[in-house]
């Protein structure tokens, strides 16, 4: 746990200058403060003295962000920002001199940084949302500028790739290619929370870390944008992160404002994210800026300078003890130091100065490193077929002996090897192992032409390459061991492992799995490996094994590493293999064991966790929809449950993968009972856990329940407990906000008779539920169509103008519809419409067939025959003779005027309670004259009488005819919800009104007459006489069921019946003498 | 008075996600992250469990009713990836068909006018949306990718009467399809179903939110020629679109700002009230007033129904 002590360090208070911007120069000789009145230089030799004052006179702005020039040659210039524009300066023999100012952003300034390896460029970000690139030889106009969409929090340069910078916008991260700025390379959705800091690591080049107001440090591998490596939680915002310059560790730093009480910077070692490593107390307000420093009278301590807002500054002292913890190792640093020295050394131009020729070492190891993986892919093009030939023959003769010895111990091992690695090719040029110093990388490993040459081999072999077997004389070269690693392994001890070596980065990566953990260690092999040096184990990242497994390990290897390396001998093999016995052994304890739970089989996107989670939506949990008709279903969160107490914005996250941070910092602070192992390294800890244990994964977790949640009631206990994380569902009756009622639905009548009559039911129906606007509605309408002119045109006698263009007659009408179809009240308008509207008759009017026996079931199919079939009279003359004296006889009973007797006439077949209209009406238009144009028979057709009928219905209308389609909607509309009222009858009732009738169903329709009085029935029963319809010709059975006939004699039955009797016969079996059989295939041809 | 009819004690075991009725307010689907789909019959005060479907692998984050012209069929989708249409067999629940061509969790979905046929429509988190179409034995699927950048988090059918047809003139043919979906890229979009080619065409991009889209819907028709669409989104406000059919604009209209994100907008039948709930745990519901403005009628904090008791 992290000691706060006090480490020694000096302060010196500064209280004048009201500094808000520090910065160190290059050297750590000088720091600047910069605040909106003063900038002062003061010499870190003497802090308490300021070598130079300079007063900023008529400055409106303060002093935003400040950087000395990091590289020697422009040592002496450095930057501010203040508002919009950026200045530089220079700090030259004793004297402060504005140079240029930078002037093109157009908000706030909130951060610059100088670029790494070239000290012309700067970059500079906004609140405009800008990131500009500047060149300061050419100052008026930024070399590049980057756009985003929110305003940039931070830039910063990638420290060791030249061409990268990353810029923090609100919660994501930009990376950017200074190479291609239209667009950034990389888009990191980092932060649930605006970004305050953002630092690169000195180490690796895709790794940066960030920090935010949402409380965490991010660890982030820009190659994987969709999840962070790392991350630390705490309590607070964070206002920096930045990664220390030894080890791997980062200091942070609370977000001033907010938390008055912690000042204090925090030192992290990447290694272990659960407690910072050391607290730096001091400070009695909050930190504003630190920066590190090398103690220049002893090179191997580092010095952190902070400027706090208490106005002191302080130098704390960073000692290897420090340091140490970390995860720096002094004496691993000054070997890797030195082996890195060399490779430059040998790879790279002559080393010119100490500092400032960073950049062009860069550079040069850039392009060797380009050559050295152009090269190989020509090379091995030639010598792949050239050489491919004798590989077997020169690897035995031109080996080394070492090699020839491995080989020759183990020529099994070596087959193999060339099997596995299917085309490496072990020339005579690689295995030139007396060669010291690092051989021209040339065609061992083809396989891979991508600049990283990795080599897979994810071991499996069986036969061993004996540890002892390399022993004699020179140690062999780094592709040697590489290629001859034989990680023989019972593959039972652990689940599986994978190496990965990287010859040109002198590195050898480790992944084992086993029991749910993954450990992923890092080899680096200094160049004065394996005579001087052993190589350096780290740790990377996505190990899951706590910090104590790892110090055993790691113990463990630099054992076994030291001893070989004290016989010169290489040491990976063995390594690896100590490595996964101790890592068996570890992970076989019992201390392991309880949070080993197996990874549920199948679908592995079972929990939350999946990499996609950022584009998932946050999951809805409470809601309400309106559903069927007047309902509101609503599902809640229990009322118990609340949101996290410990966010700090307020509004619910986005996406789904807030979830698991949350949870993180959920668990982290309610509970001590998280297993504590894989608590870092994975953003969803507890994620790839199974969903059953305890800890599981769920949305509810992220409410923050409330702990002293008891049920009060005993008895309810149980249940309670079940169901502790649901809400009930609530099912809410909205009915009255709803211009709609179902009670209105049922009780409404439509009377096309007694249209008086109906308006005044139904105003009785709305006085009763309430509706008092549509109780003058309906008396209104009541009144209006008394006076309606369909008895007589000529009843209105004062005027020559009908009724009907009356103010109070269309226009009324017209206005009351207006006024309910902006209220979306269906219901009353179709009601309206309806009654003022005309019924439409459908086109199959079903025919009255009175005083007609039959004494078999009968098909009507006259209008069917007469279209279709020419020939049927002549098939059947009897049948034909029937339908003429059918339709004669209708024609005697419309002459006669019988009650029922007119074809065209329906009939109510429903015997409703509510409606009462069960009753053959008469003629619609109540007119004399279509009965007497009846009176000719040749011309009762349907035409004449529509012709009348539209003649009648425009005088009668009171609707607006050219909003017909329009009420038809809402008449379907109304009917929809009367179906889903379950009141059919008063649906279908709506649904006559409809002026566009549906289409009339195409295709034959089968109907059935009545075998007892001759009425044509629809079902099985006969409405009339109430008797079944229809029974089979063969058992006499009323049929209900499924049933078939023959077209052309009209007999049927059952059709299983039928189906049996016609296998084996082919004439009806009533005995009519239909042969069914062939003239329904006659029928059909 | 709006009145609880019912409190359904749902026995998941994790957060509910959706709950919906069917078509005749009769049975309740739920839904939840306990990877259970969930149907009871509701009878008055009282309810019964029919079904406790388990066939997801993730949390199940909507279900919707089908038309019951073609049958009890319900469907849902989960972060499993999956939509499962269900149907009522006998009295047996049983999984019909599966749709598992998402690369990403199924956000939402939306089942077609009942005059286009048994269609499914459904957006995914991988940007993509897909209709699937019943066809005799089969479902017929056609994704319609990048739909939206990042992901697709709403879906909504328009009813079956195009505005365009709605005016009074005759009926042309049947209606057009329309589709209206939002998304990450915090545009609403409306796609329309080209009949000559097959394809669903991008018609509109309306651009109004400010941060992800988390709900859309198109109102119901009841005959007016203007169409109303609603919106939220994570920016915590809710957009009514009104096109009035005879401009063909659609204009947008801010109901409100509201004080946590909003999850769901939903009409009532006729179109006239707007449910509004999100991640307050609170519901709102607005009506459109005779001189155009959006009124809320009530706020419910849920839980206590008793405050509810408001009269129109």
Same mark, same amino acid.
């Given at each position: ?118 000290? /012309? ?6 609140? =405009?949302?800008?990131?500009?690139? &500047? *060149?300061? #030889?050419? %100052?008026?106009? !930024? ?18 790739? /030249? ?6 916008? =609100?919660?994501?991260?930009?990376? &950017? *290619?200074? #190479?291609? %700025?239209?667009? !950034? ?18 180490? /690796? ?17 820009? %190659? ?862 | ?312």
């Amino acid at each position: 746990m992290a000691v706060r002590w006090s480490s020694e360090n000096v302060v010196a208070e500064h209280r004048d200058l009201q500094a808000n911007a520090m910065a160190l120069d290059w050297r750590g000789e000088y720091t600047l403060l910069a605040g909106r009145r003063n900038l002062a230089l003061i010499s870190l030799n003497k802090p308490s003295e300021v070598v130079k004052r300079v007063s900023r006179t008529r400055q409106k702005y303060d002093v935003t962000a400040a950087e000395w020039n990091p590289i020697q040659s422009q040592g002496h210039t450095f930057v501010l920002a203040s508002g919009e524009r950026a200045e530089i300066c220079q700090w030259t023999e004793g004297s402060l001199n504005g140079t240029t100012s930078l002037r093109a952003h157009t908000r706030t300034i909130t951060d610059l940084n100088w670029h790494r390896f070239d000290p /012309h460029v700067l970059a500079t970000c906004s609140i =405009d949302t800008f990131v500009h690139i &500047w *060149d300061t #030889r050419e %100052t008026r106009k !930024p070399v590049a500028s980057l756009s985003a969409i929110a305003g940039a929090s931070q830039v910063k340069w990638n420290k060791l790739n /030249h061409n990268f910078l990353a810029s923090g916008h =609100d919660c994501n991260i930009r990376v &950017w *290619d200074n #190479r291609k %700025t239209s667009q !950034p390379a990389q888009y990191i959705a980092a932060h649930l929370s605006k970004i305050q800091g953002l630092d690169w690591s000195p180490n /690796h080049e895709n790794h940066l870390v960030t920090s935010s107001n949402d409380c965490t440090v991010k660890f982030f591998n820009i %190659t994987n944008p969709r999840k962070a490596e790392n991350f630390i939680n705490t309590l607070s915002p964070v206002w920096r992160a930045r990664y220390t310059p030894f080890g791997e560790g980062v200091v942070t730093v609370v977000v001033p404002q907010l938390r008055r009480g912690e000042n204090s910077l925090l030192l992290w070692s990447v290694t272990d994210m659960s407690a910072p490593v050391h607290t730096f107390v001091g400070h009695s307000d909050v930190v504003l800026e630190f920066e590190w420093r090398q103690n220049t009278n002893n090179p191997g301590e580092h010095q952190l300078v902070t400027w706090a807002r208490d106005q002191s500054l302080r130098i704390w002292k960073i000692d290897q003890h420090l340091q140490r913890l970390c995860g720096h190792d002094i004496e691993d640093d000054a070997a890797f130091a030195e082996s890195t020295d060399s490779e430059f050394a040998n790879e790279a131009a002559p080393v010119q100065g100490e500092s400032e020729c960073d950049m062009e070492k860069f550079d040069e190891k850039d392009k060797t490193g380009e050559q050295d993986t152009l090269d190989p892919v020509q090379d091995t093009k030639q010598q792949c077929t050239q050489q491919n030939a004798e590989n077997t023959e020169r690897a035995s003769h031109e080996n080394s002996p070492e090699i020839g010895l491995a080989t020759s111990d183990a020529p099994q091992t070596y087959d193999e090897l060339q099997g596995s690695l299917t085309n490496d090719q072990f020339t005579g040029d690689t295995g030139t192992a007396n060669v010291p110093v690092l051989p021209p990388v040339t065609s061992f490993l083809n396989t891979v032409s991508a600049p990283i040459r990795t080599n897979h081999n994810v071991v499996s072999l069986t036969s061993t390459l004996p540890s002892g077997g390399i022993s004699a004389g020179q140690p062999m070269s780094l592709q040697q061991e590489f290629s001859l690693l034989n990680t023989s392994l019972d593959n039972s001890q652990v689940n599986s492992v994978e190496v990965v070596t990287e010859v040109e980065k002198r590195l050898c990566q480790v992944t084992a799995k086993h029991k749910n953990h993954t450990v992923c260690l890092n080899i680096n092999f200094p160049l004065t490996y394996p005579r001087q040096h052993t190589p350096i184990f780290r740790f990377s990242y996505g190990t899951t094994i706590d910090i104590s497994c790892k110090t055993d390990l790691l113990k463990v290897l630099k054992t076994t590493a030291s001893q070989y390396q004290r016989k010169h001998k290489a040491c990976l093999e063995p390594c690896i293999r100590v490595f996964v016995n101790h890592l068996k052994e570890l992970l076989g304890d019992d201390r392991l064991n309880s949070i080993e739970t197996p990874l549920g089989n199948g679908y592995s996107g079972q929990v939350y966790g999946s990499y996609q989670d950022h584009r998932v939506p946050f999951p809805r949990t409470s809601g309400a929809r309106f559903s069927s008709a007047g309902l509101l279903v609503c599902f809640t969160r229990p009322m118990f449950m609340k949101k996290g107490s410990s966010r700090t914005e307020s509004s619910t996250p986005r996406s789904l993968s807030a979830l698991g941070a949350y949870i993180k910092n959920y668990m982290a602070q309610k509970s001590s009972t998280v297993p504590t192992s894989p608590k870092y390294s994975y953003i969803y800890p507890a994620l790839s856990h199974s969903p059953s244990i305890e800890h599981s994964v769920s949305i509810s977790h992220y409410y923050y329940q409330d702990k002293k949640f008891k049920s009060k009631r005993g008895k309810n206990e149980d249940e309670v407990g079940r169901s502790f994380n649901v809400g009930s569902v609530l099912i809410y009756d909205v009915k009255s906000l709803m211009p709609l009622s179902r009670d209105l639905g049922a009780s409404y009548v439509l009377d096309e008779n007694d249209i008086v009559g109906a308006c005044l039911h139904n105003r009785d129906a709305a006085a009763a539920v309430g509706r008092r606007d549509l109780v003058q509605l309906w008396s209104l309408a009541a009144a209006t169509t008394s006076l309606r002119p369909g008895l007589s045109i000529n009843a209105w006698e004062y005027t020559d103008s009908p009724w009907i263009l009356h103010p109070f007659a269309r226009k009324l009408v017209n206005s009351i519809l207006d006024h309910y179809v902006t209220m979306n009240d269906v219901q009353t308008v179709t009601m309206i419409c309806c009654t003022f509207g005309m019924k439409m008759e459908p086109q199959n009017t079903t025919y009255a067939r009175k005083g007609r026996a039959e004494s078999n079931s009968h098909l009507l199919l006259d209008r069917f025959w007469r279209k279709h079939i020419p020939e049927y009279g002549s098939l059947k003359r009897n049948q034909r003779q029937t339908s003429v004296w059918a339709k004669l006889d209708r024609l005697s009973l419309l002459r006669g005027g019988k009650m029922g007797g007119s074809p065209y006439n329906t009939i109510h077949c429903l015997s409703l309670e509510g409606w009462d209209t069960c009753t053959v009406r008469h003629n619609r238009s109540n007119s004399e004259g279509s009965l007497s144009e009846a009176t000719r028979p040749q011309e009762v057709d349907l035409p004449a009488l529509e012709s009348t009928d539209t003649h009648q219905k425009n005088l009668a209308r009171f609707l607006d005819c050219n909003r017909g389609h329009q009420f038809d909607e809402m008449k379907r509309a109304y009917a929809d919800i009367l179906y889903r009222w379950g009141l059919l009858q008063q649906r279908a009732m709506v649904l006559k009104y409809l002026q566009v009738q549906p289409p009339a169903h195409k295709g034959v329709e089968f109907q059935t007459d009545c075998v007892h009085c001759g009425q044509s029935a629809k079902g099985p029963q006969c409405l009339y006489c109430r008797r079944f319809s229809f029974s089979c010709a063969i058992c006499h059975v009323a049929v209900k069921g499924a049933s078939n006939f023959c077209i052309v004699c009209g007999h049927g039955g059952h059709a299983y019946h039928l189906l049996e009797w016609f296998r084996d016969h082919d004439e009806c079996p009533t005995g009519c003498g239909c042969d069914c059989i062939e003239e329904m295939d006659h029928l059909f041809r | 008075m709006v009145s609880v009819i019912s409190n359904v004690e749902t026995g998941h075991d994790d957060m509910i996600h959706d709950a919906q009725m069917d078509y005749f307010g009769t049975r309740l689907a739920t839904c939840s992250s306990d990877r259970s789909v969930r149907i009871f019959e509701v009878k008055g005060t009282s309810q019964t469990l029919i079904a406790d479907l388990r066939e997801h692998e993730g949390p199940v984050w909507q279900v919707a009713w089908a038309h019951p012209m073609y049958g009890n069929i319900l469907a849902s989708c989960s972060y499993d990836r999956k939509v499962i249409i269900w149907q009522e067999d006998g009295h047996k629940w049983k999984k019909v068909h599966e749709y598992a061509n998402h690369d990403s969790s199924v956000n939402s979905l939306c089942w077609a006018p009942h005059e286009h046929g048994l269609i499914l429509a459904c957006a995914s988190a991988d940007g993509s949306f897909s209709v699937l179409t019943s066809t005799a034995h089969t479902w017929e699927s056609k994704k319609i990718t990048s739909a939206h950048s990042v992901g697709c988090n709403a879906v909504s059918w328009a009813p079956a009467v195009a505005p365009g047809s709605a005016d009074g003139t005759s009926r042309s043919g049947t209606a057009v399809q329309r589709i209206v979906t939002g998304g990450c890229d915090s545009y609403v979009k409306i796609w329309k179903f080209d009949s000559a080619t097959g394809e669903w065409i991008e018609e509109l991009k309306l651009e109004g939110h400010s941060d992800w889209v988390r709900d859309v819907a198109w109102a119901p028709s009841i005959g007016l020629p203007r169409s109303i669409i609603a919106s939220c989104s994570q920016d915590r406000r809710v957009i009514i679109w009104t096109n009035d059919g005879v401009t063909g604009v659609w204009q947008p209209r801010e109901l409100n700002t509201f004080d946590d994100v909003i999850w769901h907008v939903s009409w009532s039948v006729t179109g006239n009230i707007l449910a509004v709930s999100g991640g307050d745990n609170k519901v709102s519901l607005w009506k459109e007033s005779l001189e155009g403005q959006w009124v809320c009628l009530s706020d419910s904090a849920k839980g206590q129904p008793s405050s509810e008791q408001r009269t129109l």
